[in-house]
T-cell receptor, first 113, second 118 residues
Framework: GESVGLHLPTLSVQEGDNSIINCAYSNSASDYFIWYKQESGKGPQFIID?????DKRQGQRVTVLLNKTVKHLSLQIAATQPGDSAVYFCAVFLYNQGGKLIFGQGTELSVKP | NAGVMQNPRHLVRRRGQEARLRCSPMKGHSHVYWYRQLPEEGLKFMVY????????ESGMPKERFSAEFPKEGPSILRIQQVVRGDSAAYFC????????????????FGEGSWLTVV
């Protein structure tokens, strides 16, 4: 199976600072990872994804880092803004188990103005 | 291109009634996933369907819950004889094939259906 855990349930940062949200997974066969952002009362919104043949991928203000050796994933948000306040989930895709996403518990990011 | 559409957004049912939640995947997507989210928790996988086939239902409760994705029309998650513990947000997601990281070929979620059982 697979278990996915985030290191901190809450994270508070100052507006303009960088945010780092961490995630650990258990199954070394996992090969596709996605970060989602969920605002209150809404569905998970795709942010960025990465495959296991990469160790870094960048988007607009976001970077995902993958360390397969220690089975660790992180999401970095540059110049955090109040609109970034939300719950962030990492999700691991399991091809070898019929194809489904396993979600972590989520980290709630609060941005202080 | 419309996203994943779910309805109803909010549904109130009395204990013992039936709840039907609908999901129309994104255009061109033939894979549908249902997830349940309890307050303050992450999303729990329920079922994965392709057109007319259930691929993985390992997360579905053994009783009262069923899902389908017919050849025509939306995917339906059906909960019979609802109980208070069924109160949750139910999310549908879709992908064009098994999600992978080619541009655009990932798994997108709808805005959810919030079920309240009174």
């Amino acid at each position: 199976g697979e278990s996915v855990g985030l290191h901190l349930p809450t994270l508070s940062v100052q507006e303009g600072d960088n945010s780092i949200i961490n995630c650990a997974y258990s199954n070394s066969a996992s090969d596709y990872f996605i970060w989602y952002k969920q605002e209150s009362g809404k569905g998970p919104q795709f942010i960025i994804d990465i495959r296991s043949n990469m160790d870094k991928r960048q988007g607009q203000r976001v970077t995902v880092l993958l360390n397969k050796t220690v089975k660790h994933l992180s999401l970095q948000i540059a110049a955090t803004q109040p609109g970034d306040s939300a719950v962030y989930f990492c999700a691991v895709f399991l091809y070898n188990q019929g194809g489904k996403l396993i979600f972590g518990q989520g980290t709630e990011l609060s941005v202080k103005p | 291109n419309a996203g994943v559409m779910q309805n109803p957004r909010h549904l109130v049912r009395r204990r013992g009634q039936e709840a039907r939640l609908r999901c129309s995947p994104m255009k061109g997507h033939s894979h549908v996933y249902w997830y349940r989210q309890l307050p303050e928790e992450g999303l729990k996988f329920m079922v994965y369907l392709q057109k007319e086939n259930i691929i993985d239902e390992s997360g579905m409760p053994k009783e009262r819950f069923s899902a389908e994705f017919p050849k025509e029309g939306p995917s339906i998650l059906r909960i019979q004889q609802v109980v208070r513990g069924d109160s949750a947000a139910y999310f549908c997601a879709s992908s064009p094939q098994q999600g992978h990281s080619s541009t655009g070929n990932t798994i997108y979620f709808g805005e959810g259906s919030w079920l309240t059982v009174v």
